[in-house]
Every structure is written in structure tokens, then in C-alpha cells.
């Protein structure tokens, strides 16, 4: 008896259009000019993963990281991300901090996934800087208007600050390149069953995003439950022999205690990485294109990201792509490229 979608002895389409993979419009960052960009973030276990991959890449030049409340009190959030980038060599990447939480509605955290430091039990020495005065929304403005280049920006936590530069600084969102965003889902969420931790967190935030008209990847959980480190994979972050692969896995470890205990599950997900490692490699993930609209409503469904990439749909509702969204990544070269990356870190 063949067993198909589940169900014994009978083959159902899935209920889920599944939009074919296209070139990507995101850009690529390349050794010889990298690709100038800010990470947005809410360190965050896996923020940290993607902080590090920032720095070890030559393809990318990290401009700034700037933070916003999320997975921990965002005062928690800043201390970790001037930590990590010490930590990294990095002293010379500027920190600063921006919203609390959500413009509207509740402030969530998820102290029981990152701890409620935001970074598990791993103590980092102290950075010798301070997060920058003027806060997040003017850091990233100013690097903004003064860079040379458009510049790509990874927010990997909720959208808060982001939807805020759009609307403080709408004369600077053509110098945005991209937003490669870790963020929404085309099937179920985690944080809800209808939505991802990010745009559960500041639906109102992501809606004026994916509404701006600024080129989106979205690297939602479709993709991101691909990027999955095991035990083995920490076991490869300890042999780079570097202070900073040490703590990668230390990080790791936390999450994968949390997935054996909740789920008896072998490997934890590093989404936030997923955004990033996609602005310096090009065909790691694979993406196809869909009209992606947040559901701000206070139902059961709020903070979903709706995904139609049925074209049929598309035509009859007259609605646009407005995303790439992220559908398939190797697990194993993702492993690769982060262990590699830790290698080079000090
Ligand atoms: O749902 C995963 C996202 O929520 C990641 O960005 C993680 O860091 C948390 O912020
Ligand atoms: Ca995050």
C-alpha cells in the first residue's frame, strides 16, 4: 500500500503550492567587493551564529549591528552583540541599540529558548565599547546616507527598528540594497502555530516592511529548519581550535539541550545564519518568488506571513511578488560553511 502525504492508501496533491526556485535578485557579495552590511538582531543564540558569520566572511563588509528587543530584554541584547564582536576581533563593527519591543501590542521574549541573558550560560569578556548615542535608527541612517554604495541590511529579529527607519527616514530606503530577513514562514510558525517568533513579535512592523517596496529575501522557517547543527557539528565548531569556535559551540550546546528536552531532537535550527550566509553565497539557498502579506489581525492567525506563489491566484487577485522567499538549503554544506568560518575567527 503505498502511504502518501500521510494518509494510508490515498495520494492527495498537497494543500501547498510549492513555487519553483528562481535566480535569486538578491546581491552577492564577492572577496574582491564585498558587500557593504548591518545586521539587525536580537542576540540571540543563533543572532550570535550570524554575527560571526558576518565577520569571517571576506565577501561581506559588516558596517554595523544594531539591536533590537526580541529574544531578550534588548539592554541584554546590546551587551551581547558589543560582547560577541569583541569576541570576534571585530571591535571596529559600531553597536547600537534600538526598540524595546513592539510598536503595538505585547513584548515578547523567549527567555526559555535563549536564556534570559540571550545568550544562554556563556559569560563573554567585556567589550571596551559602548553602544553609539545615537541609537539604532540613526546609526543605521547615517551609515546610510553616507555610504557610497546602497547597503544590504540582515535583520534577523523582530522588524521593529527596521519599519521605524522606513518611517522616520523614507528618503533613504533607495539606499537600501536588500533585506535578507530571518523571519515568517510559508507553513506553520513557531511562536504560534500561525506564526514565526520575528513577525509575531511586531506584526505591525513587518507589515509596513513587506508593504515598503524595498527588494526582500525572506529567509523564513521553510529554509531555516534546513540550517540544522547536531552534536557532531559542535564537535567540529570545538576542533577550529579558536576562542571564538568555543563559543559557537557552547551556544550550540544550549539550543540542543532545549531541542532533546522539548522535542527528542537531535539538531537545533541556526536561522538567523541563513540570512546572512546568503548575501555572501550564491547558491546556497535556493528561493522562489511569492507575494507575501502579514496578517496584523488579533486572531489566531496574527503575525502569519502569507505566502501565495500560485501564479493562477496571483493573477486573478492582482497582487505582486514582493519577496524571494527561502525553499531549500544542503544541511550539510551549511555545516560546512559555518564551521569554516569559526576557523577563521580568532
Ligand atoms: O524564529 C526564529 C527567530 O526568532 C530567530 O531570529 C531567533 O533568533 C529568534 O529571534
Ligand atoms: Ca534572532
Known sequence: ?????????????????????????APLGATKKPLPLIIDSDPGLDDALAIGLACARPELDLLAVTTVGGNADVRHCTENALRLLHRYGRDDVPVAEGAAGAILGE??????????????NTVLDPSPNAARAEGAVELIASILRSHPEKVAIAPVGPL???????????????????????????????KTVSAEFNIYADPEAADVVFRSGIQITMMGLDVTHQALLDGAAVER??????????VAADLVDFALARERAWYDAPAAAIHDAVAVAHLAIGDLVSVAEYHVE???????????????????RLARSGQVVNAQVGIHLDPKRFEDVLVDAYARLP
Open 1 to 25: 500500500m503505498t502511504v502518501r502525504y500521510g494518509v494510508p492508501g490515498i495520494s492527495a496533491r498537497p494543500t501547498w503550492f510549492p513555487a519553483p526556485a528562481v535566480a535569486r535578485t
Open 107 to 120: 513584548v515578547i521574549r523567549a527567555p526559555e529558548i535563549h536564556g534570559v541573558s540571550g545568550i544562554g
Open 160 to 190: 521593529t527598528n527596521i519599519a521605524l527607519l522606513i518611517r522616520l527616514h523614507p528618503e533613504l530606503v533607495d539606499r537600501i540594497a536588500h533585506l535578507s530577513i530571518m523571519g515568517g514562514s510559508i507553513g506553520e510558525g513557531n
Open 237 to 246: 565548531l570545538r576542533k577550529t581550535d579558536t576562542a571564538s569556535g568555543g
Open 294 to 312: 502579514v496578517d496584523v489581525t488579533h486572531g489566531p492567525a496574527r503575525g502569519r506571513t502569507v505566502c501565495e506563489g500560485y501564479p493562477r
